[in-house]
């Protein structure tokens, strides 16, 4: 359950399509306790590996949403370097007064 709750939220800062995934992995995590205390046991297992593939699932949409944005940014600025420096020249412009745009 906790793994569940994890990979909802850490995504939210960069990827709602990934806590969207993750709330799959909780609804199918909770199933889990109250099958098996129920006695059913093979679906308890079910439900546990289903949150299991549901967590990948999640995590690998958020390495690879990650990739993009470091991809995306070596792209449109040629290096992080690039764009530290363009974050820098914002920043600077924003503290003289200056416009951004």
């Known amino acids: 359950?906790?793994?569940?709750?994890?990979?909802?939220?850490?995504?939210?800062?960069?990827?709602?399509?990934a806590s969207l995934l993750g709330i799959v992995a909780i609804?199918?995590?909770?199933?889990?306790?109250?099958?098996?205390?129920?006695?059913?046991?093979?679906?308890a297992e079910r439900a546990s590996k289903n949150a299991k593939l549901w967590i990948l699932i999640t995590l690998g949409a958020v390495v690879a949403m990650l990739i993009y944005y470091i991809v995306s940014i070596w792209i449109a600025f040629g290096s992080i370097e690039g764009f530290i420096e363009a974050v820098r020249e914002q920043m600077e412009a924003m503290e003289s007064g200056g416009s951004i745009w």
């Open 1 to 17: 359950m906790v793994e569940s709750i994890l990979v909802t939220i850490i995504p939210l800062c960069c990827c709602l399509f």
């Open 27 to 43: 609804v199918f995590s909770s199933k889990v306790n109250s099958l098996y205390l129920a006695g059913q046991y093979a679906e």
